[in-house]
């Protein structure tokens, strides 16, 4: 079994292309970025990528809320940088960000 672990891919800043058309998450400290990446072997419908995401994306909310935190789901950003600027797979989708900030 593979431990589940978190990963640099990019050392770059990223959330101007993480906004997308909302100037207010070009400001925020950090911004979680959800991406599914579909394994026919595994599972090969594309919609458990997106019933992930949602489970992580409550998962944020309440880890947010009891840090006394605040965070939005949002599907807007620019796909074609992002997926570009952390060289993505084909098979890759950009689900959902969270901008996480006070």
């Known amino acids: 079994m593979e431990a589940n ?12 292309a993480i906004a997308g058309r909302q100037a207010f998450a070009k400001s925020v400290p950090v911004s979680l970025v959800l991406v599914s990446t579909k394994d ?10 997106a019933m992930d995401a949602g489970y992580v994306s409550q998962n944020i909310y309440l880890a947010c809320t009891a840090l006394g935190l605040k965070t939005v789901a949002r ?5 074609d940088t992002l997926k570009r600027k952390l060289n ?3 098979t890759s989708y950009l689900e959902l960000n969270h901008p996480v900030g006070y």
Do not use: I, Q, Y
Request: overall charge negative; proline content about 3%.
């Open 5 to 16: 672990t978190l990963t640099e891919v990019s050392d770059k800043n990223l959330l101007e």
């Open 40 to 49: 026919s072997e595994r599972a090969p419908n594309d919609k458990f990528g």
């Open 75 to 79: 599907a807007t950003m620019d796909f």
């Open 88 to 90: 993505l797979a084909d």
